[in-house]
């Protein structure tokens, strides 16, 4: 009922920046939360930035809540994540998550994923 279309990876150096996109379509009631984790080679997959479709609320990991900023366009029904600043340690395939959880970062809640986007930060 829900699909995710994820795009704005790539590569860059340190200290640049991307932007990450994520268009939704289906049901709006089951992607009142919308988050972006990030799953890096032998790592577990960790929660980095989430938000309330409805309320408005944003949730950030300790990681990002300097240099990532969340937010979402209504009219495009449209998750972004502006990441500045980044660091080698940022390198991961990035996932768009969707659903109605407990826990704004627990992956299993979530019933929706898109496919995954590349983001590799070189030094």
């Known amino acids: 009922q829900v699909q995710l279309v994820e795009s704005g990876g790539g590569s860059v150096q340190a200290g640049g920046s991307l932007r990450l996109s994520c268009e939704a379509s289906?049901?709006?009631?089951?992607?009142?939360?919308m988050a972006w984790f990030r799953q890096a080679p032998g790592k577990e997959r960790e929660g980095v930035a989430g938000f309330h479709t409805y309320m408005g609320n944003t949730y950030y990991d300790v990681s990002a809540r300097v240099r990532f900023t969340i937010s979402y366009d209504n009219a495009k029904s449209t998750l972004y994540l502006q990441m500045n600043s980044l660091e080698p340690e940022d390198t991961a395939m990035y996932y768009c998550?969707?659903?109605?959880?407990?826990?704004?970062?627990?992956?299993?809640?979530?019933?929706?994923w898109g496919q995954g986007t590349q983001v590799t930060v070189s030094s």
């Open positions: 289906g049901d709006r009631v089951s992607r009142t939360y």
């Open positions: 998550a969707a659903g109605v959880v407990n826990r704004v970062f627990s992956a299993p809640e979530y019933n929706y």
